[in-house]
Nanobody, 114 residues
């Protein structure tokens, strides 16, 4: 199982980023997927979740209305569209999934700063 995140970077407040997580080594279309984040000195927290079909999603209250999780099962990829970014969104973002929902990517840094 391999999960590889990409798309992080430095963005100004109010800006947007799109994160991608490319999956391999398992049947992606059967796996729920999620995005987590961990800011310095804080615990890792769930940001967004999507079911295997993509039919249902859930979000942390702090990102509702600003972030959108989606997936393309043909490309074995899950995305996180992040709009109206705030300084408090600064963190390392990780995707989670796999056949037992216990695999993690290496993370991608998102920094929101002017």
């Amino acid at each position: 199982v391999q999960l590889v995140e990409s798309g992080g970077g430095l963005v100004q407040p109010g800006g947007s980023l799109r994160l991608s997580c490319a999956a391999s080594g398992f049947t992606f279309s059967r796996s729920a997927m999620s995005w987590y984040r961990q800011a310095p000195g804080k615990e890792r927290e769930l940001v967004a979740f999507i079911t295997s079909s993509g039919g249902n999603t859930n979000y942390a209250d702090s990102v509702k209305g600003r972030f959108t999780i989606s997936r393309d099962n043909a490309k074995n990829t899950v995305y996180l569209q992040m709009n109206s970014l705030k300084a408090e969104d600064t963190a390392v973002y990780y995707c989670r999934g796999g056949p037992r929902y216990d695999s993690w990517g290496q993370g991608t840094q998102v920094t929101v700063s002017s």
